[in-house]
């Protein structure tokens, strides 16, 4: 199957995620902190009335956490309901989003590429901090290497924060 | 559609139906035989089509059983049978199954209903020989025209496709002619949804030509279709009535004794012609009733009555009757079913229509006086949008109705089983309340209402000795008052015995006998609202669900409403819920800390405090790290809302250090039955917001309840004060309250009684102290008092005894003392330097547990302040306090008997919590570092993991006595030569000597600070 993956940089990495998943790519955000989330929340954010959960993919990549918000993007992902019929065709591989909106903080946004589902090669195990569970697989693209986000863990990852952050205070 | 979603909206028609059964079951129940006979069709009807719509489906499980009830209430619908209560018993029961079989379908082919299946039967068995009597065949005589005829699997290939057979009847002339529509275009609209199978023109009406053009002509025809039922009649453009659904039972019966379908047994002929009415002609098949059984409808009866008896086996009857009435009536500018997350969009859209709308408003203004005919259209994009938000909340609320409704059942079944005789009344079904807090009332109200039949109206019997009605009434009324919605719970039965109560809680450790005595009549009522409370003698079947009536009052307080009793002994009880419309808009207050918003719900808000600069010192103290506030009587525990939700670590002592310029902001908030204040740093304003749940990302956050969209786009969250209370207290309070909730401290505290002595100082202060420490008391006249100096003295045991003013030491009031006075000395047991504390009166001496507030009042000198007899009591730390007043003789005590850098630390074992208090203080006024453990098993484990220089053990504990410890630290090699000092109230001579043998360094008693301190450095440098 051939998937078309929207690719985005996050500093000099090139990260891609199905494009079906994304609603949109936002500027200019006026960003609400949650004082006493774990500083992978960024905050949240009013998109149409509807309440947007703003992720800091740095802290999650276990980079430096992004100090400048105003220079980044906001790529907001669909939510479970908009995807359900992609699901039932088989359009993308099984996902659990639910049904809060989530925007990823990144800094530009990149070429959409067309990949087969066998061009899609697993990660290397040299790829240093960044957690596993994150990565879908690797994308070569002519000289560049796209990292295809595993969606599910990352938002795995966010729930758990909570927990993590409860148990520490 | 695909079958999903036909199954989803098939759940929810069903369970709608199932709703709608029950009351009207109810309701021919209590009117037997009289019952209008169309609640007995409404019933018939809901039956039929969750029958139909199972069959479809393939729940042949649902479709049996409704299959069996339609029986039944095919003979009721005919009044064939009267209605007993043993068949609305059966049928209730089956209501029941259905509606469990509903809430999880995919189970219910599993579900064993043969039971129920064979109850019904056998009621409709019993009852069966009455209509065999009655009815007697009829031949139908056959028309003239030719009879169409189909075969089985015709007929079968069409229901086997999924499509339903239609039997059609068109009045050529109401319908067609006089409507100027074409009978082609019909057949054409006809031919393009189903399928045309044959048909047949009644001409019997016509005579002859001269009433060919006035007579209606009928046409009958099977049509099938995939189209459903309900919508068939648009499909077509024909009325409801002209639709009757062909069951396929019915046609492989009629098959299977025919060989084939004839057409002509479905189509009721013959009817007269009736010159004045062309119209009534359509309503081929309605339900008889006898009671207007005349000529023009004695045909139709004779069908219903000849296919019954056609059709010999029971499980065919209701298939034969006419089908007719059982479309709902579709009256599509009514109402239609759209999903809540549909309904929750338009909110919110709504919502983010005002937002462009004031930003509009704001970007227009300055252009308004430029531009003509701006500022009308601004105006009324602004009223529209107001309007249309406002239409959109109210779609969201519900009548009561449906809530309200299930009482009836839940009151006659209980009633029944416990044999009495309630009737219940209802008011206000019309009354509107948002979806949301109708669903969260159900469980609450239910539980009231069983309270009220269980344990509220009295058994018959009962009532007619006390000079009652043999009937208790329930009455259930709702009504708007005051912007709220109001219902009231009212039972004419006993009513609450607040002496009852009263003992009850004490029983159960919920209050002290002398909170009881204090608390006003209301306040005793209101005991049943208390977490681990049940009135009831004995837990019956009906109550002892497990849910108490705390239960209800936190439901109720979820949801932002207050739960009041009243009631009166031998009169009633009248439970009244007050509620708010709605759940999705409350009314918050806007507050602001480190320059972020949050908002707080009115509804925890109690009072706002300012307190001034120059008042802080007065109204803010730290006790044990702890801030507290004095509001009034009350001493509240002050939380820091920075530190609390995290935005910096706390730090309590700050706001006393820091110069604070500002008035301090403080919100009282009330979370059940405590209250607590929160400093802020703004309040802004009070404000109607939108609650939106919070993102399932941040839901595990303890102290946000919700999100909301301020006026101005922005994101605010919206405080969880349970939470906050829930999260400052792991944080700040675990030593302000000894919690009385769990058993295990009702236990505790059933053991640690302490003896008091509670006097007063000659002002309206009292005091309390344990009488443990005292060696006697004595009454002088205050005359007999020497000054030497600043100090007091009397003759005492022929030695001079130092006198002890309370108001010279502590932060009390100071009484007027006149030379006429006796005042009181308490005079403590063994002081190397003779004291004594000077008192005016004894109130009273007191055995009770100690709830130690530490928070209370603080001072050096004193422990804390407790709440004794119902007034609060301050305890003073007696030693601390000769301290003060000698420090002198005090002096050396600050230890340098421990000579290395690291402070000490000791393990304080003992079982009670006020005594470990004391104790604790003495250790730690005299600089060692403390761990505590309340029973033996506990010190052990510390000693594991802690390294202790030295151990105070208590002797008297449950788990694991002293003596035990002891002898378990004797026999560990590591301990054997750790200081252990025994520290009792068992003031037994020989025990001494017994504790040395056992391994005890020391031995000394409870209270004596001097010798424990210096015992302690004695045992510690050896």
């Known amino acids: ?169 | 559609m695909d079958q999903s979603e036909l199954i989803q909206s098939f759940i929810e028609e069903a369970q709608e139906h199932l709703q709608s059964i029950e009351p009207d079951l109810l309701d021919i129940e209590k009117n037997g035989s009289n019952v209008d006979s169309e609640v007995i069709n409404r019933v018939f009807r809901a039956v039929h089509s969750i029958k139909g719509a199972a069959g479809f489906l393939g729940f042949k499980n649902v479709g049996d059983l409704s299959h069996v009830m339609e029986n039944l209430l095919s003979l009721l619908r005919d009044k064939r049978i009267d209605p007993t209560p043993e068949m609305i018993d059966g049928l209730l029961s089956g209501v029941d199954m259905l509606t469990s079989m509903m809430n999880n379908l995919n189970e219910s082919e599993s579900i064993d209903t043969t039971s129920i299946r064979n109850e019904l039967k056998s009621l409709i068995d019993n009852k069966e020989e009455k209509p065999k009597k009655i009815v007697k065949p009829k031949k139908i005589k056959k028309p003239k025209v030719t009879i169409c005829e189909l075969s089985e699997e015709e007929l079968m290939s069409y229901i086997d496709k999924g499509q339903y057979l239609y039997l059609v009847t068109v009045q050529l002339n109401s319908d067609f002619m006089n409507q100027g529509i074409l009978p082609l275009a019909f057949i054409n609209k006809m031919e393009s949804t189903g399928i045309y199978l044959d048909g047949v023109l009644d001409i019997t009406p016509i005579s002859g030509l001269k009433d060919c053009l006035s007579k209606e002509l009928t046409f009958y025809f099977i049509y099938a279709s995939i189209i459903e039922p309900s919508i068939i009649p648009l499909a077509l453009d024909l009325p409801e009535s002209r639709f009757t659904v062909l069951d396929i039972q019915d046609i492989r019966n009629e098959c299977q004794m025919n060989g084939k379908f004839d057409l002509y047994k479905k189509i009721p002929r013959y009817q007269k012609p009736n010159s004045q009415v062309i119209d009534t002609i359509p309503e081929p098949i309605t339900t008889p009733q006898p009671s207007d059984s005349n000529d023009s409808n004695g045909i139709q009866k004779e069908i219903i009555h000849n296919a019954i008896v056609t059709t010999e086996n029971d499980s065919q009857i209701q298939q034969s009757l006419p089908k007719e009435k059982n479309f709902r009536q579709v009256q599509p500018d009514e109402k239609i079913r759209v999903s809540v997350n549909f309904l929750n969009e338009l909110v919110n859209l709504a919502g983010e229509l005002v937002l462009g709308r004031n930003q509009l408003m704001q970007i227009s203004l300055p252009l308004i006086k430029q531009t003509q005919g701006l500022n009308p259209v601004i105006q009324h994009i602004s009223r529209i949008t107001s309007e249309m938000q406002e239409k959109i909340m109210q779609m969201r609320m519900q009548p009561l109705s449906n809530l309200f409704g299930k009482f009836h059942r839940i009151v006659r079944d209980l009633a029944k089983h416990l044999n009495k005789d309630i009737r219940l009344v209802t008011y206000g079904e019309d009354v509107e309340l948002d979806k949301s807090i109708i669903e969260c009332l159900s469980d609450p109200m239910t539980h009231l209402v069983r309270n009220s039949i269980d344990h509220g109206i009295e058994t018959p019997e009962v009532r007619e000795s006390i000079g009652k009605q043999r009937q208790g009434v329930i009455e259930i009324k709702a009504f708007h008052q005051a912007g709220h919605v109001h219902i009231e719970i009212i039972d004419d039965g006993k009513g609450l015995n607040t002496e009852i109560l009263g003992k009850k809680a004490i029983e159960k450790g919920i209050i002290s006998r002398e909170q009881l005595s204090l608390m006003p009549q209301k306040e005793i009522m209101r005991l049943i609202f208390k977490p681990g409370f049940s009135t009831a003698q004995e837990v019956t079947a009906i109550s002892g669900r497990g849910v108490g009536m705390d239960v209800v009052l936190t439901n109720i307080q979820q949801v932002g409403g207050v739960v009041d009793i009243e009631s009166n002994l031998g009169q009633g009880t009248q439970i009244s819920l007050i509620l708010p419309l709605t759940l999705a808009i409350v009314s918050g207050l806007v507050i602001q800390t480190s320059n972020q918003s949050f908002i707080v719900p009115e509804s925890n808000i109690a009072e706002l405090v300012r307190v001034k600069p120059e008042e802080v010192k007065s109204r803010i103290n730290i006790i044990q790290n702890c801030l507290v506030l004095r509001l009034r009587e009350l001493l509240l525990p002050l939380i820091d809302l920075k530190s609390v939700i995290g935005f910096e670590h706390p730090k309590s002592e700050t706001i006393l250090e820091q110069k604070i310029e500002e008035p301090l902001r403080i919100l009282v908030l009330k979370h059940g039955n405590s209250q607590f204040g929160l400093m802020v740093d703004v309040v802004e304003s009070i404000e109607e917001i939108v609650v939106k749940p919070l993102p399932r990302y941040i839901k595990r956050m303890k102290c946000f309840s919700g999100v909301s969209i301020m006026g101005d786009g922005t994101v605010s969250l919206i405080l969880d004060v349970a939470g906050i209370f829930e999260k400052s207290a792991l944080h700040h309070l675990d030593t302000s309250k000894i919690q009385l909730d769990t058993k295990a401290a009702i236990q505790q505290y059933a053991q640690d009684k302490q003896s008091l002595l509670i006097f007063d100082n000659k002002t309206s202060e009292r005091f309390a102290l344990p009488l443990e420490l005292f060696a006697r008391i004595e009454m002088v006249p205050a005359s007999s008092i020497e000054r030497i100096k600043d100090r007091q003295f009397i003759q005492y045991q022929n030695k001079k005894l130092r006198l002890i003013f309370l108001e010279d030491y502590l932060p009390v009031n100071s009484p007027d003392r006149s030379n006429e006075d006796t005042i009181g000395v308490i005079i403590p047991k063994r002081m190397k330097q003779p004291m004594g504390i000077v008192f005016h009166q004894v109130i009273s001496t007191l055995e009770t547990v100690v709830e130690l507030d530490p928070l209370s009042i603080a001072a050096p000198g004193i422990f804390g302040s407790a709440i004794l007899e119902g007034k609060i009591t301050l305890i003073p730390d007696m030693y601390r306090l000769f301290e003060l007043a000698a420090p002198e003789w005090y002096a050396t005590d600050k230890i340098d008997c421990w000579n290395i850098t690291k402070k000490a630390k000791i393990l304080l074992v003992d079982d009670t919590p006020f005594f470990r208090m004391i104790e604790r203080e003495y250790l730690i006024s005299a600089g060692y570092d403390v761990v505590e453990a309340e029973n033996g098993l506990k010190a052990l484990q510390l000693l594991e993991s802690n390294q202790v220089n030295g151990v105070l053990l208590d002797i008297v504990m449950p788990q694991m006595d002293g003596w035990e410890v002891i002898r378990r630290i004797r026999e560990d090699d590591r301990y054997k030569r750790l200081p252990v000092m025994a520290v009792t109230s068992l003031e037994d001579e020989s025990l001494v000597q017994k504790g040395l043998d056992a391994g005890f360094n020391a031995w000394e008693a409870k209270f004596n600070k001097m010798r424990l301190l210096e015992k302690l450095s004695t045992i510690l440098s050896h």
């Open chain 1, 1 to 169: 199957m051939v998937r078309q993956i929207a690719t985005f940089f996050l500093g000099k990495t090139l990260l891609g995620i199905d494009i079906l998943l994304v609603k949109e790519v936002y500027r200019q955000m006026s960003i609400t902190p949650i004082p006493g989330a774990p500083n992978l929340l960024k905050g949240l954010m009013n998109l149409r009335g509807r309440v947007v959960t703003i992720i800091d993919l740095n802290v999650c990549l276990k980079r430096q956490p992004i100090q400048d918000v105003s220079l980044c993007r906001l790529l907001i992902l669909k939510t479970e309901e908009e995807i359900i019929r992609f699901k039932q065709h088989n359009l993308i591989e099984h996902v659990d989003i639910g049904e809060d909106i989530v925007g990823l903080l990144i800094d530009t946004m990149d070429d959409v590429i067309e990949v087969k589902d066998e061009d899609i090669l697993s990660p290397p195990s040299n790829l240093g901090e960044m957690d596993h569970t994150l990565i879908r697989g690797i994308i070569k693209r002519n000289d560049q290497l796209v990292i295809l986000l595993n969606i599910v863990g990352l938002l795995d990852m966010v729930m758990q924060a909570i927990d993590v952050s409860n148990s520490i205070n």
